[in-house]
């Protein structure tokens, strides 16, 4: 059993900044890929940004010189941190993983999502 719990979303000024944390846990043998996705009202889930194989990492091209991604490979904690926010950036954001649990199974797994809200 896998489970990712987001937290640090919240209600901010346009230009402020906001931390994400994203804990992943259960019977975890590896995790494979993790990262950020958001969804606006109306609009699809996008990709924000991730840690694919080998420590690399993807941003999507509106977040890439603001947002950025990390993680603590102890706690099995994700966190994003946002900087220069703007109202379009106002969306659930969710954590995302590709986990490969103790019985051997890889699954994606998603959160439950926390809201940021930016005011302009």
């Known amino acids: 059993q896998v489970q990712l719990v987001e937290s640090g979303g919240g209600l901010v000024q346009a230009g402020g900044s906001l931390r994400l944390s994203c804990v992943a846990s259960?019977?975890?043998?590896?995790?494979?890929?993790m990262g950020w996705y958001r969804q606006a009202p109306g609009k699809q889930r996008e990709l924000v940004a991730i840690f694919i194989s080998g420590g690399n990492t993807n941003y999507a091209g509106p977040v890439k010189d603001r947002f950025t991604i990390s993680r603590d490979n102890t706690k099995n904690t994700l966190y994003l941190q946002m900087n220069s926010l703007k109202p379009e950036d106002t969306a659930v954001y969710y954590c995302y993983g590709t986990i490969r649990s103790m019985d051997g199974s890889l699954r994606y797994y998603w959160g439950q999502g926390t809201q940021v809200t930016v005011s302009s």
């Open positions: 259960g019977s975890i043998r590896s995790i494979n890929a």
